[in-house]
């Protein structure tokens, strides 16, 4: 069914007309939350961990990531019937309620963190609140501006959080983040309109949820029927497995085994977040235009095989940098991979294409962690080898002594995963690319679109396959930072 925009007679609560920008608040102030706790959470883990640090993180974040990719369907779908607001506000409120929990009882917080991974999947109801404001014309416009705000809050945050942690302890960054988790929660309730118009909306409780909406296993059975779906899925989840784990305990690595201080890692937080959104947009743009699809995304794994490769083998803090600026390079693939995996689909197809590489790339978020962290642990790297933490509320600005000795590879996992992407880049030299210019390409290609399952995800997806090339915009149609 197409969604319409919202009369205004529909709209009881909230402040104006619903639009992007209460999408873009939501999630600017969620994500500055815990942008703020990168440094907190890296001392209170190895308080509470201090044996198997990796490890526990890796599972954590692992029982996080499956939960969220296990309920991201279902919570897409019922949003289709009762409305976005409601789930916006249940999804932030979990999302957000680990927070105080960090400095009350460390224990209590890892495990709301696992299991808020069960609602932690605001994403997949911001992007349907997208897709019920917008045109299709505007929605890739409208998805970039949102991937865009998440980026811009967790260049900042990290920074911001280091700097009030050293100088006034973390019990105030945990202070302040749940402050502006609450101002999340209180915009929710009382600014943001309802965006599915009443008509659309059954609003009993009894209505029915078909189980195949609620499968997150639905996309992924569907993936062998189109050999050259296949061969993309394929290397999505093998170059996507390996940056899931590292996004889970990269930080935690820079700090204990590199010996990154809080301020360095905060300032490297923010110096790759805003060269990976200059690689997605002005390099992003140059390379589609010249190169094409396919050639992008080899290109895109080229480089993340050279960054995993040198965050293996690398010991000395300027390898870290270094390797980060390829990183930032790499965040290519995915916008790349989103626009090949559309020219590969029929137009009224572009919704189901893309829900499997959703689907994939969840499930990656729950093994990638956990594959990490094990790891880690097999091969003993541990943080009880390492210089300890200063304590509470005094984390030295500075290293005070070089890294311990290592064995020959400091981070084995960064290797294996560079392995898997050099089979992932094998698999991409096969796909077929089919003849086309960009003016033909669908106009958006949203790889992290949450829950493909539901109406309004698959009418944003499934986009008319002649779109001029003033509207084809291929910076915006993935941000992955």
Known sequence: STLEKPEPENLQQGIGRPSVYHAVVVIFLEFFAWGLLTTPMLTVLHETFPQHTFLMNGLIQGVKGLLSFMSAPLIGALSDVWGRRSFLLVTVFFTCAPIPLMRLSPWWYFAMISMSGAFSVTFSVIFAYVA??????????????????????????????????????????????????????????????????????????GAPISWEQADPFASLRKVGQDPTVLLICITVFLSYLPEAGQYSSFFLYLRQVINFSSTTIAVFIGVVGILSIVAQTLILTLLMRT?????????????????????????????????????????????????????????????????????????????????????????????????????????????????????????????????????????????????????????????????????????????????????????????IV
């Not at 998440?150 to 019990?171: E, K, M, Q, R």
């Not at 197809?349 to 499997?356: I, S």
């Open 132 to 205: 019920d404001v917008t045109d299709e014309r505007e929605r890739s416009t409208a998805y970039g501006l949102v991937s865009a705000t998440f980026a811009a809050s967790l260049v900042t945050s990290p920074a911001i959080g280091a700097y009030l942690s050293a100088w006034y302890g973390d019990n105030l960054v945990v202070l302040v983040a749940t402050l502006i988790a609450l101002a999340d929660i209180c915009f929710i309730l009382l600014a943001v309109p309802e965006s599915l118009p009443d008509k659309m909306r059954l609003n009993t409780w």
């Open 291 to 479: 190169l094409g699809n396919k050639n992008t995304v080899l290109l895109g794994l080229g480089f993340q095989i050279l960054q995993l490769a040198w965050y293996g083998f690398g010991s000395e803090p300027w390898m870290m940098w270094a390797a980060g600026a390829v990183a930032a390079m790499s965040s290519i693939t995915f916008p790349a991979v989103s626009a090949l995996v559309s020219q590969s689909a029929d137009p009224d197809k572009q919704g189901v294409v893309q829900g499997m590489i959703t689907g994939i790339r969840g499930l990656c978020n729950g093994l990638g962690p956990a594959l990490y962290g094990f790891i880690f642990f097999l091969f003993n790297v541990e943080l009880d080898t390492m210089d300890p933490i200063q304590g509470d509320f005094n984390i030295d600005p500075l290293p005070l002594h070089s890294p311990t000795e290592r064995g020959l590879i400091p981070g084995p996992p960064f290797l294996l995963g560079a392995c898997t992407v050099v089979i992932a880049f094998i698999v991409a030299l096969f796909i077929p690319e089919k003849p086309s210019s960009s003016s033909s390409s669908p106009q958006l290609s949203l790889s992290d679109k949450p829950h493909p399952d539901s109406k309004a995800s698959m009418s944003s997806l499934e986009t008319p396959p002649t779109a001029s090339d003033e509207d084809f915009e291929p910076l915006l149609q993935d941000s």
